[in-house]
């Protein structure tokens, strides 16, 4: 275990050194990143104040609080893309990392719990201006908070898994952009990112209710706005362990699987 | 006992095939037609501890697939190998620790920092000791001059430079076995010899067997005593780099420097090259003997030598031959 912690830290450390190396490219990452929320931002407020008060029991002040706890939301769970995956194995460099003695999972893990300090100290501010221009309503309690932080590192982790496992669909499929494509137009709908999960039919809640998207995204901005029970947090909480093990145990099998075909791909 | 041994060792892949052009492509859609192709084809070698071998064929010889089966990238389609009494395609941890692969065509470094911070990043994924870190760290950096090169970013770095690095990291756990795949690729001469000679310093100190692929003899004759020749998928030759050039070489080459270097001397042998003093001419292996002794009963020589062909020539004709030993 310490050994791991060791790798952990190191690779951490490195990840710290590469963000810090380009600052300005973060700051411009972090800012297309803050258009997207802004652009769902205005155009809810918006329609909020158009229709007197609220829309779908949201008012332009809880879109506001939804939206920039959408910005923090968004940078933590980024994790290693399929596409990167795809990219790793196309041009070969995964053959470096099987000669290592530990599963590559772990350095890109480290690697992203090390970014994630650099984009949530980038985030603060930006978070400041937002909450100056938008006026969010927002007063939770202290479980709430607690549970919000929980969750996006819960979320984080669960996510990574997940993508991790698609990732791997690459050993039996060159090009496998297209199938990346559909888990992803699907995490936008059904996981609260484009619009909260309350203003969709509610046929469409209960599938997302199914899926691991929601407890990926909208569970926590839920949980910080005030609108879930401790009941539903634990059931969160339990959904996200659910689908974290899932993914690992598809990691765990699809790997033994993909290294025996590793060899018609970029070996 | 061998450290490698490798026995009937197969590797087929299967690979996408079509015709050019549009109607080709589509009927790819309905009907895909695959070929199979043997790129490793039943070899069967060993190597003994602290040996350096040589690996040597042309593009597609089966050479890299060789050395990844060995390394455990890749699974056998058929035959038996053994590293270090380990299966490779276990990938066993203790298997990991004990080898290193180089590949000249990639990288391993983490590109955007320096080579120290990823040295580091080694030291704790291989769990090396501190004191032992410190001593190969600093050993490397002493026997291949990179002191100013591990602190720039790996990005900055030239290719001869990067390469320092990647080797040093590859060996920072002190392998037993050590494959390399091209080192020295697309190297300048000062940079090749350097490199080369790290490695068989390194073999010398740490008795670390190396499997090495090379296009470059230079890199084979100055480290290989042994060299085993590939072509196809199948063994051609595996022994004695000079027995190679015994065998497998059809002429020599004869330098005679005399006073006056324009005299003819067509009549002895193919004249290869001629300047004012000096007469190269080409002769066949069987006559070598005869040419010298009339050469020196013939004419006013001040200096003969007697040479072997350069070894591509005779690696080609070894190829040229496809002759399995």
Redesign the interface.
């Known amino acids: 275990m310490k050994?791991l912690l060791?790798?952990y830290?190191?690779?951490f450390?490195?990840a710290l050194?590469?963000m810090f190396?380009?600052r300005v490219r973060q700051l411009f990452w972090l800012l297309g990143m803050i258009a997207e929320p802004v652009i769902y931002l205005v155009v809810w407020t918006t329609v909020a104040r158009a229709r007197g008060s609220e829309v779908g029991g949201y008012t332009a002040g809880e879109f506001a609080a939804y939206y920039i706890a959408w910005t923090l939301v968004r940078h933590m769970n980024i994790a290693l893309t399929p596409y990167a995956f795809e990219d790793r194995i196309r041009r070969?460099?995964l053959?470096?990392?099987?000669?290592?003695?530990?599963h590559p999972l772990h350095?890109d893990l480290a690697w992203f719990l090390g970014m994630k300090v650099v984009t949530f100290a980038l985030w603060l501010p930006i978070a400041a201006l937002l909450a100056l221009i938008f006026h969010p309503t927002l007063n939770p309690e202290l479980w709430q908070v607690v549970g919000f932080l929980i969750a996006l590192v819960t979320a984080f982790i669960m996510r990574f898994v997940i993508l991790w496992a698609l990732g791997l669909a690459t050993f039996w499929i060159t090009r496998v952009s297209a199938l990346f494509e559909l888990f992803f137009t699907a995490e936008l709908l059904l996981s609260g990112r484009l619009v909260p999960l309350s203003l969709l039919p509610g046929w469409a809640q209960q599938i997302a209710n199914l899926l691991p998207f929601r407890w990926v995204f909208g569970f926590q901005i839920e949980l910080l706005l005030g609108r879930l029970t401790p009941q539903e947090m634990v059931i969160g909480f339990a959904a996200q362990v659910f689908w974290f093990l899932f993914g690992l145990g598809m990691v765990h099998l699809l790997w033994r699987a993909g290294?025996?075909r590793?060899?018609?791909v970029g070996? | 006992m061998p450290v490698i041994q490798v026995f009937n060792l197969c590797k087929t892949f299967v690979v996408p095939e079509r015709e050019a052009g549009l109607r080709a492509a589509l009927g790819g859609l309905v009907r895909r037609k695959t070929r199979q192709v043997k790129a490793v084809d039943g070899i069967t070698f060993e190597v003994a501890p602290g040996e350096i071998v040589g690996f040597l064929g042309p593009n597609g010889a089966g050479k890299t697939t060789t050395l990844k089966m060995l390394s455990g990238l890749l699974y056998p389609t058929a035959g038996e190998m053994s590293v270090l009494g380990y299966i490779p395609t276990r990938r066993e941890k203790s298997f990991l620790r004990q080898i290193a692969l180089v590949m000249g065509q990639r990288n391993q470094l983490v590109w955007d920092i320096p080579a120290l911070d990823s040295f580091e990043l080694f030291r704790a994924i291989y769990h090396i000791p501190d004191a032992d870190f410190r001593r190969a760290r600093d050993e490397f950096i002493g026997l291949m001059e990179m002191r100013d090169i591990v602190h720039k970013p790996v990005r900055n770095l030239s290719l001869g430079e990067r390469m320092k690095a990647e080797i040093a990291a590859a060996l920072l756990h002190r392998p037993q076995v050590f494959f390399l795949d091209e080192p020295t690729i697309g190297l300048d001469v000062t940079m090749q010899r350097r490199i080369r000679a790290f490695i068989g310093e390194y073999n010398r100190r740490y008795g670390t067997t190396v499997l090495l692929t090379s296009h470059y003899m230079a890199d084979v004759v100055a480290l290989c005593r042994r060299v085993i020749v590939i072509h196809h998928g199948k063994i051609l030759f595996d022994g004695d780099l000079s027995r190679l050039i015994e065998r497998f070489s059809a002429y020599k080459t004869i330098v005679v420097t005399l006073d006056d270097g324009s005299v003819d001397l067509s009549a002895y042998g193919d004249v290869v090259s001629k300047d004012t003093t000096r007469v190269t001419l080409r002769v066949a292996k069987a006559d070598t003997s005869r040419v010298t002794a009339r050469l020196l009963a013939d004419l006013p020589i001040t200096d003969l030598t007697v040479e072997d062909p350069p070894i591509e020539e005779v690696i080609a004709r070894v190829f040229a031959q496809e002759r399995v030993e």
Do not use: C, P
């Open positions: 050994a060791d790798i830290w190191t690779d450390k490195n050194a590469v190396q380009y070969g460099r053959s470096a990392e099987l000669l290592r003695q530990l350095l290294l025996r590793y060899s018609a070996a």
